[in-house]
């Protein structure tokens, strides 16, 4: 009786331990171990939704604007000299504050073809064998005082940076700088030729505006020069509708193009205007920023929106968490005739996998 009673015994042990290796289809453990179980994508989607895989898998043919620091003309070239040595010359230092710091570039940096160089700055660049398209004569003769710098709110990038910039040329030269918030790229032209600031940041199309007197500016104004372009803010066309492939297949589309009026409305127009659509009867025109684009988008209320800022963009890599996002390129034909008619565009690729 106990030799049956003992292989009894064994022979549950080991039905026990056979159950305990999960080698059941309905154990709990996916058939394919390098697969989670709860991945929240569809079978055969190849990458759950929140994998954080590359949704953009080829790279997108665009244009961008760049990110200008402009100056008052009486600022002293010397002064202004100081201040663009102190930064280009000091660039490791500076990205170890600041990540933006590593886009810094000298090529880049002496680009700017839509509005002339302060004199200080041009003298910097041509030390380091860079010649800028032009120069302001005459100018930079003011006394020397201590400088503000108008950026942008305080959750952008542009007062966080030039406040690394600010502090920086502070401390390492006789130049004092102090950067302050302020409402971004068209009130920082307007505080500057106020004589509020004496430096700004601004978006490259914006000073174009101002320098010219269109768009957003009634007038000219032109008490202001160039020290640098700093980095590049790219257009950005976003869908999740894997059909948009250019940008002639937003006509008919309902498309956000940015506030009515904004620095991003009228790149909006831009590129639309290069492929002959027009913003207000070729697309059916949304007007809203880039968090309500991204939300609208994921609700399948707009076809595309126009998103104007480096990439990536924290509006556009929060949409690709929820599905595909794709980037619509512009094709080299129209990339080169915007760049003829409106000089302060640059063209720019975006990396495959950045989103």
């Known amino acids: 009786m106990k030799k049956k009673f003992s292989l009894l015994m064994a022979v549950l042990m080991l039905a026990m331990l056979l159950a305990g290796c999960g080698g059941n289809s309905d154990s709990g453990a996916p058939a394919d171990p390098g697969a ?3 991945s929240g994508a569809p079978a055969g989607s190849g990458a759950p939704a929140d994998s954080g895989a590359s949704t953009v898998s080829e ?9 200008v620091v402009i100056v008052r003309d009486d600022v002293p070239e010397d002064d202004v000299y100081a201040l663009t040595a102190a930064i280009f010359d000091n660039i490791p230092a500076i990205t170890e504050q600041h990540a933006k710091g590593g886009e810094l570039d000298l090529d880049f940096a002496s680009s700017v073809t839509s509005v002339p160089y302060h004199p200080g700055a041009a003298k910097y660049f041509a030390e380091k064998g860079k010649t800028v398209s032009s120069v302001k004569e005459g100018i930079g003769t003011g006394e020397s005082k201590a400088l503000t710098f108008g950026t942008g ?3 952008g990038t542009y007062y966080a940076f030039g406040g690394v910039l600010s502090n920086y040329v502070s401390n390492n030269t006789n130049v004092s700088v102090t950067a302050v918030t302020s409402g971004g790229s068209k009130a920082n032209i307007e505080d500057l030729s106020a004589g509020d600031v004496q430096l700004g940041f601004v978006q490259s199309d914006v000073m174009s505006y101002a320098y010219n007197g269109e768009r957003l500016f009634d007038a000219k104004v032109g008490n202001f020069s160039v020290v640098a372009a700093l980095y590049m803010e790219q257009v950005q066309i976003v869908t999740t509708n894997p059909d948009i492939k250019s940008v002639a297949d937003l006509a008919g589309k309902s498309v956000s193009i940015g506030d009515r009026g904004s620095g991003v ?4 127009v831009d590129v639309l205007g290069a492929y002959g659509i ?3 009867s070729g697309i059916s025109p949304v007007y809203q920023g880039f968090g309500d684009s991204a939300e609208s988008l994921k609700d399948n209320k707009i076809d595309a929106a ?3 800022a480096g990439a990536p963009t924290t509006a556009i890599v929060d949409l690709a968490t929820s599905g595909p996002v794709y980037l619509v390129s512009l ?3 129209h990339t080169s005739a915007l760049l003829e008619s409106s000089p302060y565009y640059s063209a720019y690729t975006i990396p495959a996998g950045t989103y």
């Open 36 to 38: 989670p179980a709860d």
């Open 59 to 67: 790279d997108t043919n665009t244009v961008a604007v760049g990110a």
């Open 153 to 155: 709110g305080e959750s």
């Open 265 to 268: 409305w009228f790149n909006a």
């Open 278 to 280: 027009d913003p207000d």
């Open 306 to 308: 126009f998103v104007v």
């Open 331 to 333: 094709d080299e034909e």
